[in-house]
């Protein structure tokens, strides 16, 4: 996401690296790259001007001039302006307390509105929300096909009437309908054109002001640079948006609508899409979104993105196996099948601070091949070897190699990292905050090959160490804790 752009300012912050003194001069010249990097990204010239005015003032003082770490103070004096020109934002949807939340979307075609449609409505789901979707774009031909398709994938009802020609009455009627259904939200998929014109602009007043919607988004393609702020301001002159929702962010787009449509609209951006798939839509966060372009992370998304995969009661599950060591082969598959959705790790890696550079090679057929081998090596397994792998001897590997169509050395790599990692496992559940860093550090460093092997793990073995009285009591006491919610979870 914004690569080059990113690239760009951490190139601004490498020329004031190493340098014994800092002048007014070395920093004007950083600064110009900063500048650089905005105009090549398509941020829209006042945006840039504005900004730059910003940065310089507070980089050129002398508190930053004479710190000892000025690259550092330029980070933050850049990352602080990132957020003000992309915030505030308030990503929540309110919902009305009584009735149907009507939320309308609009855009051009090919903006990706009726796939917005769908992720939006998967969103609500995980929060226990039930939506209904109204197919009322009556210009496309496969439009009301497509969003039936999305209704039947994500198990949610899709109103449609074929035959009627006025969109108007059509998302009037899917309106009553779903509020007789009990629907907390109505979502209404409206007709877009290839360009901007006086009828597409008139049907959608039409709508909003005959259906009345609650929150009016407009979905823009993130990868259209300035067109994308253009078509922001004008879709705002005639219906009063109330947010963005701006899709492919995970292609190409270099930036410049993202950083510029607040600003020149006054429009927030709401959401943001980040991928193809139902859950790639994203709350956006001024915050985080500046954290990445700065190559900083977004821990916040990050840990939205592992309740995804995880929620909490099979987390508590997952611990109180990990700290007791009963982690066995089949918890092993069954996380590597929830992280193995396409585009998910790469995305996780995107998010966390210092581990971009494991993107690509998350992403790469390589890796994803090795997840399915894995989890089809442990699938040829009995129930009692994966309970306990230590009773895979010579005959057994041959036997599992076999049903899994792969090289007996292949099964004897599986066991081998499975061993590596159940200690490293049980520390990250039962030690402190410092022991999971460092233990995600010795995980980082053995991934960094890129295929996937934890050949290079190391892990802390017991050293024989006799244990005081105080600490025999504070492992006892943690696994009766552990017991305890074991039991608890049984119920």
Not at 150 to 164: C, M, R
Request: charged share 30%; net charge positive.
């Amino acid at each position: 996401m914004f690569d080059s752009l990113s690239d760009g300012l951490q190139s601004a912050f490498k020329s004031l690296r190493g340098k014994g003194k800092l002048t007014e001069g070395n920093m004007r010249e950083g600064l110009e790259i900063v500048q650089r990097s905005l105009l090549e990204a398509d941020v829209s010239y006042p945006v840039v001007q504005e900004f730059m005015g910003h940065v310089s003032e507070r980089a050129l003082g002398k508190k930053v001039l004479l710190s000892l770490r000025p690259e550092q103070e330029l980070v933050r004096i850049v990352h602080d302006e990132l957020v003000s020109i992309l915030g505030p934002v308030d990503p929540s949807i309110h919902l009305k307390k009584d009735g149907a939340t009507i939320i309308m979307l609009c855009g051009l075609q090919g903006s990706g509105k009726t796939t917005t449609c769908g992720k939006l409505a998967q969103l609500l789901i995980e929060q226990k929300i039930k939506p209904t979707l109204v197919a009322a774009d009556l210009q496309r031909p496969a439009a009301i096909e497509q969003l039936k398709v999305i209704g039947e994938q994500l198990g949610v009802p899709v109103y449609s009437e074929t035959d009627n020609k006025n969109p108007v009455q059509v998302c009037k009627n899917g309106v009553a309908k779903a509020e007789a259904e009990g629907s907390r939200v109505v979502i209404l998929d409206t007709a877009g054109r290839l360009a901007i014109d006086e009828e597409l602009m008139a049907e959608l007043a039409r709508i909003d002001k005959k259906v009345g919607p609650d929150q009016v988004y407009l979905v823009v393609d993130g990868m259209t640079g300035q067109d994308a702020v253009n078509s922001a301001d004008a879709f705002n002159k005639s219906l009063e948006l109330d947010g963005v929702v701006m899709t492919k962010l995970d292609g190409d787009a270099r930036g410049g609508a993202l950083l510029s449509v607040k600003h020149v609209t006054g429009v927030p951006i709401k959401f943001i899409g980040t991928g193809e798939h139902f859950d790639a839509l994203e709350p956006f966060r001024p915050e985080g979104m500046a954290g990445r372009i700065l190559q900083m992370g977004d821990i916040v998304a990050a840990a939205a993105e592992a309740h995804r995969i995880v929620d909490e009661k099979e987390r508590e599950e997952l611990e109180a196996k990990m700290a007791s060591g009963d982690f066995t082969l089949d918890d092993f598959k069954n996380m590597m099948e929830k992280v193995s959705k396409p585009g998910l790790m790469g995305r996780m890696m995107g998010l966390m601070p210092g581990m971009g550079q494991f993107k690509e090679a998350l992403e790469s057929e390589e890796a994803a091949g090795g997840i399915r081998q894995t989890i089809g090596a442990i699938n040829a397994m009995t129930a009692a070897e994966r309970r306990n792998p230590k009773v895979i001897d010579a005959s057994r590997r041959t036997r599992i190699a076999k049903g899994a169509g792969v090289q007996t050395p292949v099964i004897s790599q599986l066991v081998k990292q499975f061993e590596i990692m159940k200690p490293l496992m049980q520390g990250m559940a039962g030690g402190s905050m410092m022991d999971r860093a460092k233990m995600m550090q010795q995980l980082q460093g053995a991934m960094a090959s890129g295929n996937g092997s934890l050949d290079g793990m190391r892990v802390k073995k017991g050293t024989g160490k006799r244990l005081s009285n105080a600490e025999r009591a504070k492992m006892r006491k943690q696994r009766e804790k552990l017991k305890r919610q074991k039991k608890r979870n049984k119920r």
